[in-house]
């Protein structure tokens, strides 16, 4: 895959992992996409921790998959590597918007766009060819990018 560790490439961010837990969670095999900041909020409920009104965790809790059969809901995937190393991306789906570059994607027309179901390696830019599918997500880039400027990410 393009890309290697601190990448927002999938070779960066698309790896295997894996939970062990005997007597807990039953072997099996899952292939929702998880992000890391999902184990805060899964941690915090095995724990029965309830974060006080100003700790933001984001993530989603991983118990349902963990110890059930259920699927994660879809979601967007968001990655903001730094800002100073200038490093962006969004994923919904098998679509993914990804920069790279010294400023903060202002416009649609700042990103590469990639479908991974039939690009997973990321070498064909479909941003000129798809510019709905990249306009939208450049919408849930900034909805996304806002919530974090609230918490002065």
């Not at 998959?65 to 994923?91: C, G, I, P, S």
Request: glycine share 6%; charged share 30%; hydrophobic share 40%.
């Amino acid at each position: 895959m393009r890309g290697s560790k601190l990448d927002v490439w999938e070779g960066g961010i698309h790896v295997p992992g894996f939970a062990n837990w005997p007597g807990h969670i039953t072997p099996k095999k899952v292939f929702d996409a998880v992000h890391v900041v999902d184990w805060f909020p899964t941690l915090a409920k095995l724990v029965n921790y309830e974060p006080q009104d100003t700790i933001h965790l984001d993530g989603t809790d991983l118990s349902p998959v963990l110890f059930a059969d259920d699927q994660l809901k879809e979601r967007d995937l968001y990655w903001l590597w730094n800002t100073k190393a200038n490093r962006w991306a969004l994923r919904k789906g098998k679509w993914k918007i990804v920069k790279y570059g010294a400023e903060e994607p202002a416009s649609a027309e700042d990103w590469e766009l990639f479908n991974l179901e039939e690009d997973p390696r990321e070498e064909s830019d479909l941003s000129a060819t798809q510019k709905g599918i990249r306009n939208e997500l450049h919408a849930l880039f900034l909805k996304q990018r806002a919530q974090d400027k609230k918490l002065n990410y």
